[in-house]
Each structure stands twice: as structure tokens, then as C-alpha cells.
């Protein structure tokens, strides 16, 4: 007796397996990512390095990160990620093969051949990958969003570098006018014009002014470090500017819906709640389908053919999936509540960016116009008059001090405009905005559907 039997998938589930199949082009989807950047972010230039005396601008700051930092350049790899994690989630469940073979009665070998699959990973192919694709949107989005706000993290250290070498101009000249005044005082002294303790009181502000020098220097050292990291290659302090710009033109003020619109991790939540609903409706199903396989059955004995259908399925009585349900209906409430919130903390922060910049434009005009030009004039006639010895050392330190604070205070409102402008533009481009976290979008529901088998 020769005995064949084997499960048949319909040829329906062989067909959904051939069209699901397909390829995986990260240098394209990478592309793809950085045309979608290009056109919210505007066109980047060639990263080359600057001629020998030039500057780095903000701008070129930016075309050299993103050549050659390589955690940037590791974050991108995502895209390709995300496609290729959208094409398995996408295609059918793969049907099972069992082979078995025993000796015959004298007849040939006996062979049972069994091929099934899962009528769930079959029917609900089309669910999951609208799923998938959900998921794969909101990844992209991610990857862009990344790229987005590494541009502004970019463009803020610069500007830190910047304002940390201004200051360290201003302290050096606070330190060579220190010192300048410590020599005057040594001579009056010498000359017998003046008490010791005055030039005592001299040589604490010149080594006070020196040690502030060194701190200043510091900062800026720190600040042009932390920008080579963001670069990837090292910065000199030859190839900063000496100053920040002056903003003098108001900032555009950006409509708060079209910062929603244009919002990428708003987007990315969107998506997400998008991919936790079909997920949850699947789930519905996948939680009592999900172990029911059908095939074909198809015996020859003694050279007849009888036909007939196999039905394997798990019985729900330890577990009738409502636990799974339940979960399933929650991701979707938490995606829900998510988005709700990020878009609050958009509006938030665009309101106060836009406060923000409206208050430090305000702040180095009044110094810039004002106060520079008096506590310039200030110090001039009060170390004149000190030359002269019509006023005190106390008088002299006094007028140091507030030159001093006025120049801290132009650097820190210039560089507080100029971070708003980032923020702005940021935001403007569908970047994160200020206290949100790019990830909270992202974390409500696992990257395949469940039900998989």
C-alpha cells in the first residue's frame, strides 16, 4: 500500500506571498530622508572645510555635521531600518512544511507531507500592513525629526562658541585695562603720591580681573570643544568669529497652526495612534484566531483519492485573549493622550519662543543703544580722572565693573535672541520644540502588530 497525504494552502495565500515580496534600498529611503529635510530646513551646502584664514559661518557649521558626525550619520541608518521592518510586518505569515517518511509493507516508502498555515497570518495580511506602514510613517518621521533638531543643536553650539569667544574679548580687554592700571598705580606709589594699600586694592582687582580671564577662557575652550564634537573634526578658535550678529530685524512670528501642521513629532504621534487602532481592531480577532490553521487533505490508497479539510485550532479556555484586548484598547487611549499633549506643548512652545526673542531683541537694543555708549563713556572719564588722580581706585573699579556687566549682559541677551531664533526655525521646520521629548511620541505600542504567528 502507497499512502500520500499533504495539507494545500489555498493559492490565494501563495499569491499574497509572492506580492508582498519586496526590496530593500537604504541608500533610496536615506535619500528620501534628506530631500524631506532639504525641503523643510532649506537646501545644505557642500560640506567643505574652510580656506586657510576663513571662518566657519553657522550655515557651513551645519554642512560639515551632518558629513561627519558619525552618530548622526548612524541615526539616519533608521530609515532603512524602518523600510525593512515594514516589508516583514507587511507580508503573510509563512505556511509551515512538515515531512515525514516510513517503510512501506513491501508496497514502497510511506511519505505524509503536511503544509498549513495560520487562517489568521492569511486574512489579516492587509490589516497589518496598513499597520506597518502607519508604523514605518511615523519612523520616517522620527528619522527626519532627528535630523531636524540635530541641525538646531548644531546651530546652538555655534552660537555658544561664538558668545563664549566674545566674552573672553571682553574679559581680555578688562584685564589689559586691570593691568594697565596696576603699572600706573606701581608708579604713583614709587613716587611716594600714593598710600600702600591703595595699590594693594590695585593689585586684587588686576589679579581678579586675571582670574576671570581664566575662567572666561575656559568657557570658550569648552564651548569650541563641545562644537567639535557636534562637528565631528576639530574647530580652532582662529576659525570662530570674533562676534555674534546683531538681529536687528524682527523675528517672523510662526501661526500656531501651521507650527501643528508642519510639526514632525506631531506627525510621528499621529501616525502612532493611527497604527495602535488597526492594531487594536486586529487584535480583536488575532486573540481568538490567531492558532486556527486550515488546509487541504488529500489521501491515495491502493491507488484511489479521497479528499477532505483539516481544521487546527486552540481552545480559549485558559485564556480567551481579553487580557490582550484590553491592552491593545489602551496603547490606543495612551497614543490618543499623547498626541493631545504634544500639541498642547507645541503652542506652548512657540509662545514662548516667540516671548523669548521678543524679550532679548528688546534687551540688546536698550544695551546696544544705550547702555554700551554710556558705561563706555564712564570708564573714559573715569580713568581719566583717575590719571589724574581726581578720583579713587574704588571709583576706577566701580566704573570697570559696570562696563563689564553691561558687556556680559549685550553678549547674553545677543546669544539668548539668537537661540530663539533656532527654537523659531526649528519649530518652523517641524522640529521638536523646547521641553518635548522627540521619543514621547514613539513609545505606546510595539513596531509589529500583534497576532503574528
Excluded at 9 to 38: F, G, H, K
Excluded at 53 to 75: F, I, K, P, Q, T
Excluded at 219 to 236: E, Y
Excluded at 407 to 435: C, F, K, N, T
Aim: a negative charge; aromatic letters at 4%.
Amino acid at each position: 500500500m502507497k499512502r500520500t497525504r499533504f495539507n494545500a494552502l489555498p493559492v490565494l495565500a501563495i499569491l499574497l506571498a509572492v506580492s508582498a515580496c519586496a526590496t530593500v534600498d537604504p541608500a533610496a529611503e536615506q535619500a528620501n530622508v534628506m530631500a524631506n529635510l532639504a525641503e523643510r530646513s532649506g537646501p545644505v551646502a557642500d560640506p567643505a572645510l574652510p580656506r586657510e584664514g576663513g571662518m566657519v559661518s553657522e550655515d557651513m557649521a551645519v554642512s560639515l555635521a551632518l558629513a561627519n558626525n558619525h552618530r548622526l550619520l548612524a541615526r539616519l541608518n533608521e530609515a532603512g531600518l524602518a523600510r525593512a521592518d515594514q516589508v516583514m510586518a507587511s507580508r503573510p505569515v509563512n505556511p509551515l512544511v512538515e515531512v515525514m517518511t516510513l517503510p512501506g509493507d513491501g508496497h514502497g516508502r510511506v511519505w505524509d507531507v503536511d503544509l498549513r498555515a495560520s487562517l489568521l497570518g492569511i486574512a489579516a495580511t492587509p490589516w497589518r500592513a496598513a499597520a506597518a506602514q502607519d508604523r514605518y510613517e511615523a519612523r520616517q518621521a522620527g528619522t527626519v525629526l532627528a535630523a531636524l533638531d540635530f541641525i538646531a543643536d548644531t546651530r546652538r553650539a555655534w552660537v555658544e562658541a561664538v558668545a563664549a569667544r566674545q566674552r573672553l574679548d571682553l574679559q581680555q580687554r578688562i584685564r589689559d585695562a586691570a593691568a594697565a592700571s596696576l603699572v600706573v598705580a606701581e608708579e604713583i606709589r614709587s613716587a611716594g603720591n600714593s598710600p600702600a594699600l591703595e595699590l594693594e586694592r590695585e593689585r586684587m582687582f588686576a589679579q581678579q580681573a586675571e582670574l576671570d580671564y581664566l575662567e572666561a577662557e575656559h568657557a570658550a575652550l569648552q564651548a569650541r570643544l563641545a562644537l567639535g564634537r557636534q562637528l565631528g573634526i576639530p574647530v580652532s578658535a582662529d576659525q570662530l568669529p570674533s562676534r555674534l550678529d546683531a538681529g536687528r530685524a524682527p523675528l517672523e512670528a510662526l501661526d500656531p497652526q501651521a507650527a501643528l501642521t508642519a510639526s514632525l513629532p506631531l506627525a510621528a504621534a499621529r501616525a502612532n495612534v493611527e497604527a495602535a487602532a488597526g492594531e487594536a481592531g486586529l487584535e480583536n480577532w488575532g486573540s481568538l484566531l490567531e492558532h486556527v490553521e486550515l488546509g487541504g487533505v488529500f489521501e491515495r490508497e491502493d491507488g484511489d483519492w479521497s479528499r477532505g479539510w483539516m481544521l487546527e485550532f486552540a481552545l480559549p479556555i485558559f485564556d480567551t485573549g481579553s487580557a490582550r484586548r484590553t491592552a491593545a484598547q489602551l496603547r490606543t487611549e495612551q497614543a490618543i493622550h499623547q498626541h493631545a499633549a504634544l500639541a498642547y506643548d507645541i503652542r506652548n512652545a512657540l509662545e514662548a519662543a516667540e516671548a523669548m526673542a521678543m524679550l532679548a531683541q528688546r534687551r540688546f537694543t536698550h544695551i546696544e543703544d544705550d547702555a554700551l555708549p554710556t558705561s563706555e563713556r564712564l570708564m573714559d572719564a573715569t580713568m581719566r580722572q583717575y590719571n589724574a588722580m581726581q578720583v579713587s581706585v574704588f571709583d576706577l573699579m566701580a566704573a570697570v565693573q559696570m562696563r563689564s556687566r553691561t558687556g556680559q549682559a549685550y553678549v547674553e541677551a545677543l546669544a539668548d535672541w539668537h537661540q530663539a531664533r533656532i527654537v523659531l526655525d526649528q519649530i518652523r521646520a517641524g522640529g521638536s520644540p523646547a521641553m518635548v521629548a522627540a521619543s514621547d511620541s514613539g513609545d505606546t505600542a510595539p513596531t509589529r502588530g500583534e497576532g503574528d504567528h
